[in-house]
């Protein structure tokens, strides 16, 4: 809302620089705490902060695709958090802690729920092929084409971070030495 009463009055300028930086800062704070989580809900509260800020740099951009792409990575985020959120409660049922190395060996202890944890984790990344895909690749094409190179290079070196990140997580969780149950 914000935004829609700031152009009219200040200019783009001004507004789509400040949703542009915000979202930049939102998602260069959340990476460094995805590295070194070690608790589950935490790890997918991070990742959330990163996606609003990709989402608050989409409309800061300030282009219909890449606000369109914005808001579809929203949805997709939502759905694919959703999805990670209740596989981690059913982990957490099950090793009663949320504690990720706690859960190690899922894959072969439960290979269904680690399997949706798999796909789940996919599409908090917005990696193929899950939907969050498109419009992340699309919000960075748009920084590109419309000379953002330094922010989509931003961008793109704190994605690489953040999914290794994840995916050594991930790697831990699902291959990792069955830990005993409590």
């Known amino acids: 809302r914000v935004h829609a009463l700031a152009v009219?009055?200040?200019?783009?300028?001004?507004?789509?620089?400040t949703l542009t930086v915000a979202?930049?800062?939102?998602?260069?704070?959340?990476v460094p705490f995805v590295l070194v989580q070690d608790d589950a809900r935490?790890?997918?509260a991070h990742l959330g902060l990163a996606h609003d800020g990709l989402v608050l740099l989409a409309i800061g951009l300030g282009t219909p695709v890449a606000v369109f792409a914005g808001l579809v990575l929203w949805c997709t985020?939502?759905?694919?958090?959703?999805?990670?959120?209740v596989v981690s409660d059913t982990l957490e049922h099950a090793h009663g802690t949320t504690r990720l190395d706690?859960?190690?060996?899922?894959?072969?202890?439960?290979?269904?729920?680690?399997?949706l944890l798999l796909v789940a984790m996919l599409a908090v990344l917005g990696l193929p092929p899950t939907g969050g895909a498109l419009p992340l690749w699309t919000l960075l094409g748009e920084a590109f084409a419309h000379?953002?190179?330094r922010i989509?290079?931003?961008?793109?070196?704190?994605?690489?971070?953040m999914m290794a990140g994840v995916a050594y997580h991930?790697?831990?969780?699902?291959l990792g030495t069955p830990h005993a149950a409590p």
């Open 8 to 17: 009219p009055v200040l200019g783009s300028t001004w507004p789509h620089t």
């Open 23 to 30: 979202g930049l800062i939102a998602l260069l704070v959340a």
């Open 42 to 44: 935490r790890l997918l």
């Open 77 to 85: 985020q939502s759905l694919a958090r959703a999805l990670a959120f």
């Open 102 to 115: 706690h859960w190690s060996g899922t894959l072969a202890t439960q290979p269904a729920t680690g399997a």
């Open 147 to 149: 000379g953002h190179d």
């Open 152 to 161: 989509a290079l931003g961008v793109l070196v704190a994605l690489t971070v």
């Open 170 to 174: 991930i790697v831990r969780v699902l």
